[in-house]
């Protein structure tokens, strides 16, 4: 069975909380599933990365995670790790408007 993660869902894996979400992912991947990422919620991380105020330690953070046992879904890593190339001054919902028009 392969698996797509939502943003919550990555932040939930992120942060360690609550640890059920570890634990079905773990018990996922011992499995053999394929875990997904879609474009929009890699961009919604990184869009959260550029916005803290620890900007270097959650990108660590970040990167670490997909380093991980996970499959983005295409749109290309390079454009999803630069959300500067988007306005970061509008809210979240018009820059992915953005983001979809791309």
């Not at 392969?2 to 919550?8: A, E, M, R, V």
């Not at 079905?24 to 053999?32: E, H, I, N, V, Y």
């Not at 959260?48 to 953070?61: E, H, I, M, P, T």
């Not at 499959?71 to 992915?96: A, I, Q, V, Y």
């Amino acid at each position: 069975m392969n698996y797509l993660l939502d943003t919550n869902a990555c932040i939930a894996l992120i942060n360690g909380t609550p640890p059920s979400v570890r634990a079905k992912f773990q018990k996922a991947t011992d499995k053999g599933a394929k875990v997904f990422v879609s474009s929009i919620a890699a961009f919604e991380l990184w869009y959260g990365v550029a916005k803290s105020s620890r900007q270097d330690f959650n990108r660590k953070r970040l990167e670490a995670f997909f380093a991980g046992p996970l499959h983005p879904l295409p749109f290309g890593m390079r454009t999803l790790k630069s959300p500067d190339r988007f306005e970061l001054n509008s809210k979240p919902s018009e820059s992915l408007s953005v983001l979809m028009m791309c």
